[in-house]
């Protein structure tokens, strides 16, 4: 299996503009989390979804803030309109959801760099 | 809510014995997990605890569980140079699937 994937890897963009994230959990897995990695805040949970439905979304900082899971393959964070505070790691991670331990498996994340 | 702390930094000579502690506060934790992270990669699994067990030893690292004081530590035995990395605890409660993180505990190896 080829593990989480992500894309981009890296995104620079202007203030104002939207960006979208996208993710394609491993084959299998029925939970998928959003999670953003900053030095001041650490790793915070965004949103996570269960069979495609978002469960929790708690932690999606406003309104700007959009998640979607359309398939069990596919799902994307989208920011509109950016701003240099969204500048972050975003990584994507899913899980079996399987009784026990479910470990979650975190893809190599998207660098967002906003000016 | 459900809080896991640990500290930021340390930093051990390779050959040495290296211990992360970290503390949570969910008494419902059912699962605490250790993850890695290397520069400019994602988290990766490295060993989990169920609730009810004290111990857990796997190859170098043997993790230990003290459920009264809510304590949690990582001892990596003979720390090697690719063992520098940010390590971070984290804690699963009950049925959810939500996972708490700490703030990650950047481990540096002195050859």
């Known amino acids: 299996d080829a593990g989480v994937i992500q894309s981009p890897r890296h995104e620079v963009t202007e203030m104002g503009q939207e960006v979208t994230l996208r993710c394609k959990p491993i084959?299998?897995?029925?939970?998928l989390f959003w999670y953003r990695q900053t030095m001041m805040r650490g790793l915070e949970l965004l949103i996570y979804?269960?069979?495609?439905?978002?469960?929790?979304d708690s932690g999606m900082p406003e309104d700007r803030f959009s998640a979607k899971m359309p398939n069990a393959s596919f799902s994307t964070l989208k920011i509109q309109p950016s701003e240099p505070r969204d500048s972050a790691v975003y990584f994507c991670?899913?899980?079996?959801?399987?009784?026990?331990?479910?470990?979650?498996?975190f893809g190599p994340g998207t660098r967002l760099l906003v000016l | 809510g459900e809080d896991v702390e640990q500290s930021l930094f340390l930093s051990v000579r390779e050959g040495d014995s290296s211990v992360i502690n970290c503390t949570y506060t969910?008494?419902?934790?059912?699962?605490l997990y250790w993850y890695k992270q290397e520069p400019g990669a994602g988290l990766q699994l490295l060993t989990y605890?169920?609730?009810?067990?004290d111990m857990k030893q796997d190859q170098r690292l043997t993790v230990l569980l003290n459920k009264k004081d809510k304590h949690l530590s990582l001892r990596i035995a003979d720390t090697q140079t690719g063992d520098s990395a940010i390590y971070f605890c984290?804690?699963?409660?009950?049925?959810?699937?939500?996972?708490?993180f700490g703030i990650g505990t950047k481990l540096q190896v002195i050859p």
């Open positions: 984290a804690e699963r409660s009950g049925g959810y699937q939500k996972v708490t």
């Open positions: 979804f269960n069979n495609n439905v978002p469960i929790d």
């Open positions: 084959s299998g897995h029925n939970s």
């Open positions: 991670a899913s899980s079996s959801g399987q009784g026990g331990q479910e470990t979650q498996y």
């Open positions: 605890i169920f609730s009810n067990m």
């Open positions: 969910d008494s419902s934790s059912t699962y």
